[in-house]
């Protein structure tokens, strides 16, 4: 099938079987994928949590507010986090970009001020789950993802020191009674033409 296609089928699970699994390689290719993704300046300001461990999962269910439930039918959890220090991330890069590229974080981002940065490499993180979702719907894994939780508290049971947590996605196997499916409920979207313009 095509990728329109799988984007078409793909939706937010709000149900998965619990007998439900996802295969080591499937997430070994998942895991791959999310490595490959894009960021500017190739800045990678990340760390991509596998919660595959029934006790932690169900810790942090427990502090996932409606979306308990689905974390603990999933198969995984996936926690999205991004480097907490600007000094951290300044000595990453400078520790693995070329020259160019420290360049323009120090000319471009970096005199913006703390909560400027803190946005941006916010940002970066952000375009994975694009990729992650988007690979999902190729692999034909379902998925939920996921900013309904608590952060914080997601933080200290991870305990990643210099990370901190700020979405997450599920993945598993949707349960056939999920009333979410496109066959039950249409994808609902703005009208294209609102959207997409032309000049
Ligand atoms: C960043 C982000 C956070 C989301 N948080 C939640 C969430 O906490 N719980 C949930 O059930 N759905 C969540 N969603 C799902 C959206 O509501 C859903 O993607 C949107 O309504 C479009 O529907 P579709 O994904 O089924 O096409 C989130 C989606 C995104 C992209």
Redesign the pocket.
């Known amino acids: 099938m095509n990728f329109l296609e799988q984007m078409k089928k793909?939706?937010?699970v709000?149900k998965y079987d619990p007998q439900g699994t996802i295969s080591e390689e499937q997430i070994q290719t998942l895991k791959e994928i999310l490595h490959l993704s894009p960021s500017s300046i190739n800045s990678q300001p990340w760390n991509f949590v596998f919660v595959n461990n029934s006790e932690t999962k169900e810790k942090l269910a427990e502090v996932s507010?409606?979306?308990k439930e689905?974390i603990l039918d999933s198969s995984y959890l996936i926690v999205f986090q991004v480097i907490k220090n600007p000094e951290d991330f300044e000595k990453q890069i400078k520790e693995n970009l070329p020259e160019g590229s420290i360049n323009y974080y120090k000319t471009f981002v970096k005199p913006k001020g703390e909560v400027e940065i803190k946005s941006w490499l916010k940002h970066q993180v952000?375009l994975s789950?694009g990729v992650l979702?988007s690979a999902c719907a190729m692999m034909e894994i379902d998925s939920?993802?996921?900013?309904?939780?608590e952060n914080d508290k997601y933080d200290t049971i991870l305990n990643n020191k210099k990370y901190e947590s700020l979405?997450a996605v599920t993945i598993g196997v949707k349960s056939e009674n999920d009333k979410?499916q496109p066959i039950h409920t249409p994808?609902?979207r703005l009208e294209s033409k609102k959207i997409i313009l032309e000049f």
């Open positions: 793909r939706y937010t709000k507010y409606f979306n689905k952000y789950l979702l939920t993802p996921m900013e309904g939780i979405f979410n994808k609902k």
